[in-house]
């Protein structure tokens, strides 16, 4: 499996980890029920397929996902780098609140260390930089935190460039999460540059798009979907996007076939054709899951197959903008 060198750390990163969103079980942006063993029990494939890093937040699930997380790192010899958020909280109603408050950042470190059953985060990422005005002092606490020896190195999450260079003034930033896939491609209209520019790593969340990309989606599949799975709400599960995906991904699956791969590795090896992207966080509720996507890490598209899918793009947008 490739492994590339994580921004300016010492932290080399197979170019597909996993995530763990999904199997948190229910919260405001949950995928529905999820059973507790699969979920361990893919995390442990994981390991075993060769994936070497984790990413998860204790937002996911309401602090469930990290508990699996520890849970799986005690059934197994392995030590994979395990890479974990802050600044979201959750109330009564299992909605999730911003709080970038130092205090606040110092409480939730310590109970991610609790719940993840190590004694050094090896990246602490700062989920969302909400609210704005406040993300100085959390990042000014988190450097404390890494001062003290509890946190290797610290990330920032859905950033703009503008707000990575108001944290780089305090301390060093050695990754950005943003979201990146086909059918998301805001990334790289500056963040992908400017983060190369400063050896920033970058770890591309939802390249798949929430299961969009997998091939595996249909209109009697999201009918089924269960009522409390966040998906419901999203737009890309709205049409005209989603009949305009479904098409798409069907001449998306002719290419990956021609390679003897599937739809979901071709979105994957798409999103880390770019030099700038780290690694791709790809999410799984199930051992095949990962089983499946995990080969992507050392699939390289050809410039032609490349050619073929923006062609692909440029057709589904003008197919959403004229709907």
């Not at 990575?164 to 896939?181: C, E, G, N």
Request: charged share 25%; aromatic share 6%; glycine share 6%.
């Amino acid at each position: 499996m490739q492994t590339r060198q994580l921004g300016y750390t010492d932290l080399k990163l197979t170019t597909v980890g996993l995530g763990t969103w999904a199997m948190g079980g229910p919260w405001q942006f949950g995928w529905g029920p999820q059973d507790d063993n699969e979920a361990i029990a893919a995390i442990l494939a994981a390991l075993d397929d060769g994936i070497n890093w984790i990413d998860t937040a204790p937002v996911y699930g309401l602090g469930h996902s990290e508990e699996l997380v520890g849970k799986a790192l005690k059934q197994t010899s392995q030590e994979p780098l395990v890479a974990t958020k802050c600044g979201l909280l959750w109330n009564e109603k299992k909605e999730k609140v911003n709080c970038l408050k130092r205090q606040s950042i110092r409480e939730e470190c310590h109970a991610s260390l609790k719940r993840l059953g190590v004694e050094v985060l090896d990246l602490y990422q700062m989920h969302r930089p909400e609210p704005d005005e406040d993300i100085e002092q959390a990042w000014e606490e988190m450097a404390k935190l890494a001062d003290e020896g509890k946190l290797r190195y610290l990330g920032v999450s859905n950033f703009n460039v503008e707000q990575i260079k108001r944290v780089q003034k305090i301390h060093p930033v050695a990754s950005l999460q943003p979201p990146y896939s086909m059918l998301h491609r805001e990334v790289e209209d500056e963040l992908l540059d400017y983060c190369a520019q400063n050896n920033i790593g970058v770890v591309a969340y939802s390249p798949i798009q929430r299961g969009l990309l997998t091939g595996k989606f249909s209109t009697e599949r999201l009918a089924g979907l269960p009522l409390d799975d966040h998906r419901r709400r999203n737009p890309d599960f709205h049409d005209p996007q989603f009949t305009a995906t479904l098409e798409l991904v069907e001449h998306l699956k002719e290419i990956a076939e021609r390679n003897g791969r599937t739809c979901a590795q071709l979105a994957i090896s798409w999103v880390l054709r770019r030099p700038e992207v780290t690694a791709a966080i790809v999410g799984a509720r199930r051992p095949e899951q990962i089983a499946e996507t995990a080969p992507a890490s050392d699939w390289n598209l050809s410039e032609e197959d490349i050619e073929a899918i923006e062609k692909l793009l440029a057709e589904r947008q003008a197919k959403i903008n004229t709907a």
